[in-house]
Structure formats: structure tokens, C-alpha cells
């Protein structure tokens, strides 16, 4: 006789990029977690709202306390908290920590919230050891690793070994992989002409792979990069690695006209 | 006390705006740093690195070095001075930029000179050493190649290891035609070797006659009270040897307990700079001439700047006193990479020049300069010696914010986007309003080619529009 065990209370941080702007990535990340089965309850919060990145990265520490706050309170039930972007889970990870004093006692809270958390492919390729997402996409594509999930979560391999279950998928590594693409949140619209010549670079390495996907894992990044690459005439698709994952491919990728 | 800019040291810009206006304009700049960057500094550096496996493993040691150093700054700059004084050479304390060019205006003018030969040097730049030597009657020569073409452009440097990497061989063999006149016009400058040639040539004889050399340190050993100095043309141990006078201007945090320690240092440094094993030439000098040496001057003289540096160190701007000034950050950085140095507005430029600056200028004049940055990380995951540029950065964009830099439109964006955060009920309401509303615009376009409120974002790129719904308003719906 098997033990029961409780599953694991998955708690999904949306992000605020992906609420307002391409809820089908918060979608297929359901749609990924549900493939693992009994194992996961996996919930979705109403409480949740923005990680406060935009406050912490303006210098206004006030603002990003009171946001993590927030997001402290309302994942403080979860086993783990999924989040579908290296750069709100890096600054959970990474800085909701620095936000608290040592004898603070949120700063206790904050630590146990970045134990809990994941990025998302990360969750799904180390954490649940998924080798089988069911996606299949006949074409070639590209990625772009982002940097505070490279850099802040290591991650690199995660994304490439999920994207090989993907049935006919062929992937063309990019020129210069992680060299940023020149978003930086509110830096593209604080300097957006200088914003605008670094993910001009990008786009060229992008256009050279020749590829049919750009793929990526932080809305941010792909929404910059979709848009230059449709300034640049280029008629490369975008999509986040959830919804490849996910089997969205269908649906019209990030910039895409409905009708073409 | 404060350093304001130095006379005859203004910025070549106040704004960053503007400069990196300017830099993205400049067709053959963008060409040249699309070109040099890349395939070279970045990849030579990899190259190096994959040469010798410690590398990481030096970069540790280099970090726990400095670190150890700052705890004990005091105990090994006086066992330098005590150190160097029995070597004969003499230490000078220089508090401030003003105070360290008093210190050698003085040397020069008791060594009766009238031209200096001056080897490359950061500190001599950060305290416009020349300007204000050509102000008191002594001119001053950079024997640096690059130091040189910035010198007779009247230009700032615009990267720290390669003062003229913004000029291609033309620009810089059309400014050796117009400041060497008494060569023919016509002559083929088109080879960098014949121009190698020629600064060669015209600078040979000013090391002759100079009466003081002036180079920088890259580091002080305090066992030995040796300066030493690493340059690839040769022209540091020209410098130091020829003139009777000898003076190393340095800065407090370049000392190091011991020989053994400089090497550890000088086995990062190259790799990481140029890609090189090693620079070409490395100099040391323990104080002046001795009975029986052939050459070397008669009197030698290091001056010690502060300049705000022990501030630093009592501040959370602490870890940037580990700099090697190997210029690895500056040749990783995006913005670096499309806007050149001369955008900063001071003489150190990119991620080092963004923490340094605000220090040396103030927050008044460089406020934009923290914020210029995409926190990418890259420059702290090539620093030799762990460098947490990108906290550091953000610590002065605390400071910023606290001191009511920035625009008010940001900061009322922030407070209002923080207040509606923290209500989610409300925020949601809000926001999905907001949403429809854009995509109610957006019809079936999958982005705007322009959108009032993000002019500056949709100038060089189209702006993806929302897909529909929030995710909230969707999921509580049942969608799945």
C-alpha cells in the first residue's frame, strides 16, 4: 500500500507584465503545471499584483517594501511560488532579502519566500523533472536568455532542455546569447533612443538565425524585441517558452497581427 | 572636503541625454564600437580566461585580497611611505585633486621645469593634472599613444585602458596632420604602424628633454615601497628613467602587502583588460637612482591621492574601492557598447565611471548617470574582483531618489502605481480597464506603431499590444 501524501501547494505569481499584457502565458504555465498531475494543487491569488521591481530598480525603497509586503502575505501559505519571468523571481530571490533589516521581522519572511521560489522552467526542468510537456512546433527557433534570470538564477540549460521535448522543434543558438537586449524595465522609456540601438543589435543577431520562433522567458525582453523585430519589417514570431510548452503556437505570438 | 569639477575640467556634456544623442549619431563611432567591442576585448578576454583554469579561483583571491587591504588601508600605506623613505624616495598625502596638482606643481617648479613627460594615468585625468600644469607654465606631453590624440584633440578619454577608442585611424591620422605641420600633408597615414611610426618619432625627443616624468601606479607593494606600472608601448619606463624627476601619481586603494599580492593582481589584470598573458611592459620603481645604478632619476616622489576615497570606504560604496581599473565592465556594457565614453561627461565611463562619477561631481551633475544602465549584470559577472556594480549602482539611485533626482513624472508614477498595487481589488478593476481600453485601440493590430504616453519607445520600435483581458479577470472567469 502506497502512503498519501499531501500534494504540493503551488502558489502562480502571474507578474504584472503578463496580467495586463499576454495572460496566455500564465495560462500555459497553468496548462504545464497541471501536467504533472495530483502531485501539484496549484492556485492562482487574487492578491497579487506587481513585485515592486520597477520601485526597487528607481532607488524608491518605500514603495518596493510595501509591494514585497504584499506579495509576502499573499504566497505565505505556498509550498512554492511558480513565477513565469527570471527578473520578478530574481528580485524575489535575490533582493526582497536586502529589503529588510536583519531584526526586521518581515526579513524572516522575505527569506522564506525566496527559499520557496522558482522560476518557472527552472521549476519545471529541475524541481519536477518534467521530460515530457506533449508540445509539438514543425520549425526552427531561437532563444534569448534574459539576464536576471541568467545571472541572478542561473538560468541557461533549463529552457534548452524543455524546449528539446518540444516534438519537431529545432533550435538555433543566437549569436551572443547573453548580451542584454536593452529593455531594463524603466530604462526603455528613461532612455529610450539608447533603449533603441541596443535591441537594434539584438534584432539583427535575431533576423541572422533565420530562424521561425524567438523564444524567451521574461515578457519584458520578447515585448522589446517583438517590437523591433516588426519595425525591422522581420516577420519572426514571438513567443514566451510557456506558451511553446504549452502548445500555444496557434495563437498569434507577442506583436502579431490578428489577421495575418 | 568636496572636489568640485576642476577649472578647466567641464564635463564635455552635462547630459547623458544628450551625449548619448550625439554618440548614436556618429555613424563611424557606432561602426567602430559594433566592430571592436565584440570579436575584440570580450573575446580576448574569454580566450585568456580559457587559457588558465584558475582564473575564477585568482578572481576570488583577488576579491579577499583588496578586501583585506581596505580593513588595513592605514597599516600598509604607512608601511609603503616608511618602506619607500628608506629607499630615498619621498611620499606626499593628497587630500583633494586641488591639493595633489599643488603637490606637483610644486615639484616641477623646484625642479625648474618646463616640460613634464607624462605616461598614462586615470589619476591624472581625474584631478585634470594638465590643463592646469599648461596654466602654471609647464607643459605637459603624454607619451601614451592614445593619450597623446586626445591630448592635441583636447579631449576627455573615453575608456579608461584605450583613451582614444573612440577615433578610427582616420580621425586620428587627419589630427596628426593637422598638429604635425612641419611634415608633408601628402604623406600615406592610412597604416596604423606608420602612425605608431610617427608619434614615435615626434615624441622621442620630448623624452629627451624632459625635466620630470610623471606616470601613474597600478599598484604599491608596501613591503617594498615599490610603485610599479604596467604599459604596452614602453613609454611608462621611458617616463620614469629619463627625466632627473620622477613622480608616481596614484591613489590610495592601489596598494598591496606584498610582491607575491601584485602578481596576483598582474595575472588578472592583463587577462582581463586585453586579453594579454601579460601587459608588455611592467615597471617597478623603488625610489630614485642608486649609487652604482646606470640609470633611473635622481629624485622620486609618489603622490597619495584621496579624494573622497576614504569617504567611499565608510559608505555602501565600499566595494568599489577593489577596482583594478582593468576597464572589463565598461567593455561589457550595452549602453557602453551604443554610446561611447564621452556620453558620461567625466573621465571614467560606463559602469565604473556610473558609481565613481556621482561620487567625484556630485549627484546634482551626474544624478543620470546610475540610471543609465539596464542592470543587465554583465559588468559584475566579468569584474576580477567581484565588483557589485549593479547594487552599487542602485544604491546611488537610493540616494538619487531620496535627494528628489529624476523627473517628477517618475516619481508621481511610482507613488501612484505603488499605492494602487497595494489595493489589489482596486488595482485589478483598474488596470483591466485600462487594458480593454488599449486593446479596444489596438484593435486587430498586434502592436502600435504609436501611442501617446510612450513617444519615445515607439520612435524606434513598434509596441506589442495587450492580448485582451488581464489574467485575473480571465482565471476568475473559469478560463483555463
Known sequence: MTEKTSPLRVGLFVTCLVDLMRPSVGFGALHLLARIGPSLDVLVPDQQTCCGQPAYNSGDLVSARTLAQNVIETFEGFDRVVVPSGSCAGMIVKHYPNLFAIEDPWRARADSLAQRTWELTSFLAEHLDLNDTGAAFAGTATYHDSCAGLRELGVKHQPRRLLATVEGLTLNELADSESCCGFGGLFSLKYPDVSGAIVDQKAQAVENTNSDLLVGGDLGCLMNVAGKLKRRGSKMRVFHIAEVLANLTDACGIGEDQDA | ?480
Request: aromatic fraction near 6%; include cysteine; charged fraction near 25%.
Open chain 2, 1 to 480: 572636503m568636496s572636489n568640485p569639477i576642476p577649472p578647466g575640467h567641464e564635463p564635455q556634456c552635462h547630459d547623458f541625454q544628450a551625449g548619448a544623442k550625439k554618440a548614436l549619431d556618429n555613424k563611424v563611432l557606432q561602426a567602430l564600437l559594433e566592430r571592436t567591442l565584440k570579436s575584440g576585448f570580450q573575446q580576448r578576454r574569454l580566450n585568456a580566461k580559457a587559457r588558465l583554469p584558475e582564473y575564477d579561483q585568482l578572481r576570488d583571491q583577488a576579491r579577499d585580497l583588496k578586501n583585506h587591504v581596505l580593513d588595513n588601508l592605514d597599516v600598509y600605506l604607512e608601511r609603503f611611505e616608511a618602506q619607500l623613505t628608506k629607499a630615498g624616495g619621498h611620499v606626499h598625502w593628497a587630500k583633494d585633486a586641488a591639493h595633489a596638482r599643488e603637490i606637483i606643481l610644486k615639484i616641477c617648479q623646484d625642479a625648474g621645469a618646463k616640460t613634464v613627460s607624462k605616461g598614462k594615468s586615470m589619476i591624472g585625468e581625474e584631478i585634470a593634472l594638465n590643463d592646469f600644469l599648461d596654466a602654471n607654465g609647464v607643459v605637459p606631453i603624454e607619451t601614451d599613444l592614445g593619450e597623446y590624440i586626445i591630448q592635441l584633440r583636447h579631449e576627455l578619454p573615453s575608456h579608461i585602458i584605450a583613451p582614444a577608442f573612440h577615433l578610427s585611424k582616420e580621425q586620428v591620422g587627419e589630427t596628426f596632420k593637422e598638429h604635425h605641420t612641419h611634415l608633408d600633408q601628402d604623406r600615406d597615414l592610412s597604416e596604423p604602424s606608420v602612425l605608431l611610426g610617427e608619434a614615435r618619432a615626434e615624441l622621442r625627443d620630448k623624452f629627451l628633454r624632459a625635466d620630470v616624468g610623471i606616470t601613474g601606479a597600478n599598484i604599491l607593494i608596501a613591503e617594498t615601497g615599490t610603485a610599479m606600472i604596467v604599459t604596452n608601448e614602453g613609454n611608462g619606463d621611458l617616463t620614469q628613467s629619463l627625466p632627473p624627476v620622477h613622480i608616481a601619481l596614484t591613489s590610495i586603494e592601489k596598494v598591496v602587502p606584498t610582491l607575491e599580492d601584485a602578481t596576483l593582481i598582474l595575472r588578472l589584470l592583463a587577462r582581463t583588460a586585453t586579453g594579454q598573458e601579460q601587459t608588455v611592459y611592467n615597471t617597478f620603481f623603488t625610489g630614485p637612482k642608486r649609487q652604482g645604478d646606470l640609470d633611473g632619476p635622481e629624485a622620486f616622489h609618489v603622490v597619495l591621492l584621496d579624494n573622497g576615497r576614504t569617504d567611499l570606504l565608510g559608505s555602501e560604496f565600499r566595494d568599489v574601492l577593489r577596482c583594478i581599473r582593468c576597464g572589463a565592465c565598461i567593455n561589457h556594457c550595452p549602453v557602453y557598447a551604443v554610446t561611447s565614453g564621452h556620453a558620461y561627461g567625466w573621465v571614467y565611463p560606463g559602469p565604473i565611471g556610473a558609481v565613481l562619477s556621482p561620487h567625484f561631481v556630485g549627484l546634482d551633475e551626474a544624478h543620470l548617470l546610475p540610471s543609465a544602465s539596464t542592470l543587465c549584470g554583465r559588468c559584475e559577472e566579468v569584474c576580477p574582483v567581484h565588483i557589485p556594480l549593479p547594487d552599487l549602482l542602485r544604491h546611488w539611485r537610493t540616494r538619487g531618489f531620496a535627494a528628489k533626482k529624476g523627473g517628477k513624472m517618475q516619481r508621481l508614477g511610482l507613488a501612484l502605481w505603488a499605492q494602487l498595487a497595494r489595493r489589489p481589488g482596486l488595482y485589478h478593476a483598474v488596470m483591466a480597464l485600462g487594458v480593454n481600453g488599449l486593446k479596444l485601440m489596438g484593435g486587430k493590430r498586434g502592436a502600435f506603431k504609436s501611442l501617446l504616453g510612450a513617444g519615445g519607445w515607439t520612435k524606434t520600435r513598434d509596441l506589442p499590444t495587450p492580448q485582451g483581458g488581464t489574467f485575473q479577470a480571465r482565471y476568475r472567469k473559469g478560463e483555463r
